[in-house]
């Protein structure tokens, strides 16, 4: 059964130089209260795996401006302007991959697989250092497993034990990282009962999930704002 704390209690063993995963996709469905106490508590030199890096002063922004983060794998960097200065600076690591290539590494880590061969970055620097190996003559290259020290996820709904249930486009990244991490931390807006959710509902069976947090506050900021003329 998960136990059930406070996003600060979440972080306080987390040692420097830790890996941890990190769901959500821009600012929808990330783990905000766990982020907070992560940069209130100042552990640094984490190397950080989620889709992309927030904004500046929000998400894993935080993390990025009091540089707390050594190395970066994701996909998509271009809205936060803090992490380009320092890729720039040649202040923090970076690995950038294929989206789906991502999500694949991290649902094969969960599934126990070590590696696979994808089409996805032939023939590009996505290659480069990488077997590549042909079959029924195309060429596909092996990709490792993403497996991170620890996985903040977000969901909307948790019991007790643990179960999962999320909410539209906020599951994301977050369901497969669950399942990848050594010790998987959930934050979520609501704990109910053993019982009360509905089986067919639940997305990550609680065996995935070692401790569970409820968030005090969400901001669901909107990463990118578009008004009419």
Do not use: W
């Not at 979440?10 to 982020?35: H, Q």
């Not at 929000?58 to 998509?76: D, E």
């Amino acid at each position: 059964m998960a136990r059930i704390v406070t996003a600060e209690e979440a972080v306080a063993d987390i040692p420097e130089g830790a890996s941890i995963l990190m769901g959500g996709f821009g600012l929808c469905g990330i783990p905000e209260n766990l982020i907070k106490a992560l940069a209130a508590k100042g552990t640094g030199n984490l190397t950080v795996l989620s889709n992309n890096a927030g904004v500046d002063d929000y998400g894993i922004g935080l993390l990025l401006a009091n540089k707390q983060v050594r190395r970066m794998v994701g996909t998509y960097v271009g809205e936060n302007d803090v992490l380009e200065k320092m890729i720039l600076g040649r202040e923090i690591d970076i690995e950038l991959v294929p989206q789906g290539t991502f999500a694949e590494r991290i649902r094969a880590a969960g599934a126990g697989i070590p590696a696979f061969y994808t089409p996805t970055g032939v023939g590009t620097k996505v290659a480069e250092g990488k077997e590549t190996r042909q079959f029924d003559g195309r060429d596909f290259l092996l990709e490792r497993a993403l497996h991170a020290d620890f996985a903040f996820v977000k969901a909307y709904q948790a019991d007790a034990a643990g179960n999962l249930v999320y909410r539209a486009t906020t599951r994301n990244f977050n369901p497969m990282m669950a399942t990848a991490g050594k010790r998987t931390i959930a934050e979520v807006e609501e704990i109910v009962d053993n019982g009360a959710l509905d089986p067919e509902a639940v997305v990550t069976p609680g065996i995935f999930v070692d401790q569970v947090v409820r968030g005090e506050i969400y901001e669901k900021r909107i990463e990118k704002r578009t008004y009419r003329a």
